[in-house]
């Protein structure tokens, strides 16, 4: 069965920065286009990035570009999500997955 296992996630000051990691099974990850969501304490789920079966093509919602980089490692089976120049409105559950599946999350929190 599918399988996502994110990690990486932590408390971090405003500015600082994160690598998620995203660890998957069950299913042909190298030819499987995938996305990161995130959750905000009281609000729905969002989609903030997504890549292609290559690196060659990512997208990323408006409030997130330039600062985070999602890449993939197919060898690896391993989705990633390189989060600098945090936000405390940053802060949420982020989890990777495609339709419709996705991981149980891991916690950003942006604090100082």
């Known amino acids: 069965q599918v399988q996502l296992v994110e990690s990486g996630g932590g408390q971090v000051q405003p500015g600082g920065s994160l690598r998620l990691s995203c660890v998957a099974s069950?299913?042909?990850?190298?030819?499987?286009?995938m996305r990161w969501l995130r959750q905000a304490p009281g609000q729905g789920l969002e989609w903030i990035a997504g890549?292609?079966?290559?690196?060659?093509?990512?997208f990323y919602k408006d409030s997130v570009k330039g600062r985070f980089t999602i890449s993939r490692d197919n060898a690896k089976n391993t989705l990633y999500l390189q989060l600098t120049e945090l936000k405390p409105e940053d802060t949420a559950v982020y989890f990777c997955?495609?339709?419709?599946?996705r991981g149980q999350g891991t916690q950003v929190t942006v604090s100082s």
């Open positions: 069950g299913f042909t990850f190298s030819t499987t286009p």
């Open positions: 890549i292609n079966t290559g690196d060659e093509n990512t």
């Open positions: 997955g495609y339709l419709p599946f």
